[in-house]
């Protein structure tokens, strides 16, 4: 089987997503009844790098790699000739001789293409700044444990243009729903990504009016990683974003709320929103376990249906 890398939704096909969101469904279920039984990856390696910190990257992929039987590699910069400035293609190549799957967390999505592009065994993007697609599996797969079949159904991302709403967009094209991308103006999304994206998003300014009759409403942080020194400067231009209780009480009647975590109560959300039933965000961030093992067995192993 030729190499695939997952380094944005758009690398797999429509049918292969909705395939990983079925298959994740089916391990989550299995774990459930039987417990780590399935071990389809006795003996492999996932090496994982990070120059970002984290927590439901680190521990969902560590996790999945133990329950699948297999070892997981923490590589910080600190620890790898990458911090060193050993060149990346030459890092990918050394890799690809010893492990059977790379995962990457880091920065400038570009550093992430040249690492794939020497690399001969699977390249995940677990997070740059350009997207977070693990996290959109983890997302859809939620919103259709939840409440079935998403094609054709209306999300509503507000706040920021940033690599979740970059990763968002390519949903909706490979998930087949509409997206109402609401931000302020200077924070839209990548035109490039908002293009290619057609008539299945909209830009739009005012969160009351964005969220009627939506089937689901999410967010993230108004400042990520990176961009802490810009947050008083961020909190003043999405005053009047907060999601909060009321607002989803103008969405559909059997809205969701999701938010990819860590969450800032009292900014991006209200203090007591997570606390709300509609919100399914501890779901949301288990399902990254699950998404994952349905991706890494994909990505070594092929379809197993």
């Known amino acids: 089987m030729a190499t695939r890398h997952f380094l944005t939704l758009l690398d797999l096909t429509p049918d292969e997503l909705g395939y990983l969101i079925r298959r994740a469904v089916t391990i989550k279920n299995g774990l459930k009844t039987h417990g780590p039984t399935y071990t389809p990856l006795p003996n492999r390696t996932l090496a994982m790098i990070f120059e970002k910190s984290s927590t439901r990257t680190r521990v969902s992929f560590e996790t999945a790699m133990a329950q699948f039987g297999g070892h997981a590699l923490f ?15 030459d890092t990918a190549r050394v890799l690809a001789e010893m492990v059977d799957a790379v995962m990457i967390r880091t920065f400038a999505h570009a550093d992430l293409e040249a690492f794939a592009a020497a690399s001969d065994v699977p390249v995940i993007n677990a997070l740059t700044d ?74 739009m300014r005012d969160p009351q009016q964005a969220v009627v009759g939506a089937n689901l409403v999410t967010t993230d942080v108004w400042a990520s990683m990176g961009q802490e020194e810009e947050q008083a400067k961020r909190a003043q231009a999405f005053r009047g974003f907060q999601v909060d209780e009321a607002m989803l009480d103008k969405a559909a009647a059997d809205v969701l709320f999701l938010h990819c975590l860590p969450a800032h109560r009292g900014e991006e959300i209200s203090a007591t929103l997570l606390d709300d039933p509609r919100a399914v965000v501890w779901q949301e961030a288990g399902n990254r376990l699950h998404a994952q093992k349905a991706l890494l067995e994909f990505l070594m192993l092929g379809r197993v249906d």
């Open 75 to 89: 590589l910080s910069p600190r620890d790898t000739q990458l911090g060193r400035g050993e060149p990346i293609a």
């Open 130 to 203: 350009a997207y977070h697609p693990c996290q959109l599996l983890a997302d859809v797969m939620t919103w259709s444990e939840c409440r079935g079949a998403v094609l054709g159904k209306t999300a509503v991302w507000i706040g920021d243009g940033n690599n979740m709403c970059h990763s968002w967009i390519n949903a909706a094209r490979q998930f087949d729903f509409q997206l109402r991308v609401c931000c302020p103006e200077g924070y839209e999304p990548d035109a490039t990504i908002l293009a290619a994206a057609g008539e299945r998003v909209s830009i």
